[in-house]
């Protein structure tokens, strides 16, 4: 088990990233804001080879039902690097580009820290 956590300034906010690896999984919360409100929390399990043409599974556990950046970038690290991937994230509303550079950021940091799974495919 190994705690990762930093932030970074994007623009005009602050953003906090944590991550911590497990064996077999990783738990992803981004914030950013004066405040540490948990948002919606996702997670997506990899899946098998010979169904690698679909999309892992993949749902919103807590939280607003507007958690689809979380779910849809759980979705992508579980299906790139094969790991089960739970994802909270508390951005603001329509910050379209604030979430590109932040998914950015933790593809960064996956790559880093993890290779891709060899029974899976970027995507």
Same mark, same amino acid.
Request: charged residues 20%; hydrophobic residues 45%; aromatic residues 8%.
């Given at each position: ?5 930093? *932030?970074?300034?994007?623009? &005009? @906010? ?6 911590? /690896?497990?064996?077999? @999984?990783? /738990?992803?919360?981004?914030? @950013?804001?004066? *405040? ?10 990899? %899946? ?11 749902? %919103? ?7 689809? +950046? ?10 790139? +690097? ?7 994230? =508390?951005?603001?509303?329509?910050? &379209? ?8 950021? %933790?593809?960064?940091? +996956? ?5 891709? *799974?060899? =029974?899976?495919?970027? =995507?």
């Amino acid at each position: 088990m190994a705690l990762e956590a930093f *932030s970074e300034s994007l623009g &005009d @906010s602050l953003v906090r990233y944590q991550f911590l /690896w497990l064996e077999s @999984s990783v /738990w992803v919360w981004v914030n @950013s804001g004066r *405040s540490v409100p948990m948002g919606a929390m996702a997670v997506s399990a990899p %899946i098998q080879v010979s169904a690698m043409e679909r999309d892992p599974p993949s749902s %919103i556990l807590i939280g607003a039902l507007d958690g689809e +950046f979380a779910k849809r970038l759980a979705r992508k690290l579980a299906k790139r +690097f094969g790991l089960m991937v739970y994802m909270t994230s =508390s951005l603001p509303k329509n910050s &379209d580009v604030l979430e590109g550079a932040v998914e950015k950021k %933790i593809l960064e940091v +996956f790559v880093k820290r993890t290779k891709p *799974s060899a =029974s899976t495919t970027p =995507s």
